[in-house]
């Protein structure tokens, strides 16, 4: 028996006592479906954002930073598939969501005019204690699976969060922002300069957070920065 026949037939047999299930329904996933079965799969709340050049994503950041364009793959709403699917990636520990999640935003973003022009894709990153209690960084893992897709390359140690901020769970927008000043910092900017840099973060919501890494990242001489996240909040 060759060992891709050998291979093949073990994987069958792992499946068949524990078979891969859809995220979503818990249906057992077919071959070629990944994280989501197609009927879920139909379901996801995209947005559309990435061909639209004045989208609800721009609107909400507009006149905060200088950027060339924002987008984001879904909508979020309370106790929407997309919040469920990202629940999963933070607090569940399902790494896969992130990447399936990063995959299908790149796919979408990889033909658009402006992200052509991306020379790095940067996640929103996060303090050393939360990385130490999560053990990954949810963006990153989004970052990554949009880099394969895009062929761009990734970089984790380029923005840094310096700092850990209190939840921003029900705070005004001023508190956030109140909370993120000098939350983050460039520690390489000779390898930034000059680049348009993607900035990826999980979901959208008042942005505070997206404008800190922004900011830290436009005090480097000559760059631009494009954000996409995976959710915006409606």
């Known amino acids: 028996m060759s060992h891709n026949t050998w291979y093949q037939l073990s994987r069958g047999l792992f499946y068949l006592f524990f078979p891969r299930l859809c ?10 479906e990944r994280v989501l079965c ?5 379901q996801l709340p995209e947005t559309d954002y990435h061909s639209l050049p004045e989208n609800d994503t721009v609107m909400r950041l507009a006149g905060r930073f ?8 879904g909508y979020f709403t309370h106790d929407g598939l997309l919040q469920h699917l990202l629940h999963q990636l933070k607090y569940a520990n399902n790494q896969e969501v992130g990447l399936y999640l990063g995959s299908r935003l790149g796919t979408a973003l990889k033909n658009t005019d402006w992200a052509q022009d991306i020379d790095l894709i940067v996640p929103v990153p996060l303090h050393r204690s939360r990385m130490h209690e999560r053990g990954y960084n949810q963006s990153l893992l989004i970052a ?5 897709m895009m062929q761009k390359p990734v970089r984790a140690d380029l923005l840094i969060r310096n700092r850990q901020t209190r939840s921003q769970t029900k705070k ?3 508190e956030r922002l109140k909370n993120m000043e000098a939350a983050f910092c460039v520690p390489l900017p000779d390898a930034i300069s000059g680049k348009h840099i993607l900035l990826v973060d999980d979901v959208l919501t008042t942005g505070a957070t997206i404008e800190a890494c922004a900011l830290a990242l436009l005090t480097i001489k000559d760059v631009r920065v494009s954000v ?3 959710g915006i909040a409606v």
């Not at 197609?38 to 139909?42: A, D, E, K, R």
Request: glycine share 8%; aromatic share 6%; proline share 3%.
């Open 228 to 230: 996409a996240t995976i």
């Open 23 to 32: 995220v979503a329904c818990s249906s057992t996933l077919r071959t070629g």
């Open 172 to 174: 005004t927008r001023a």
């Open 38 to 42: 197609l009927s879920c799969v139909t």
């Open 66 to 73: 200088p950027f060339v364009q924002a987008t984001s793959y």
């Open 144 to 148: 990554q699976g949009m880099g394969k």
